[in-house]
């Protein structure tokens, strides 16, 4: 039980990291006043999207 915990929370703070990491990123092109329509930028918000709805789930 206690690993099974412990596994969750480094899952989580892992998850956590890749969000602010594409965070960071798709500021970075925005400040480069690149829109949605390019590839890159659409691709990290995508993945982005991914992980914050893995999250919520975890986090349930």
């Known amino acids: ?3 099974k915990i412990f596994l969750l929370t480094l899952f989580k703070r892992i998850l956590l ?7 960071m990123k798709l500021e970075k092109y925005f ?11 659409y691709k990290l918000s995508a993945k ?9 789930k975890i986090k349930q």
Not at 31 to 41: L, N
């Open 48 to 56: 982005l999207d991914k992980y914050i709805v893995l999250f919520q």
């Open 31 to 41: 400040d480069q006043e690149k829109s949605f329509t390019h590839p890159k930028v």
């Open 17 to 23: 990291i890749r969000i602010n990491y594409l965070r």
């Open 1 to 3: 039980m206690r690993k």
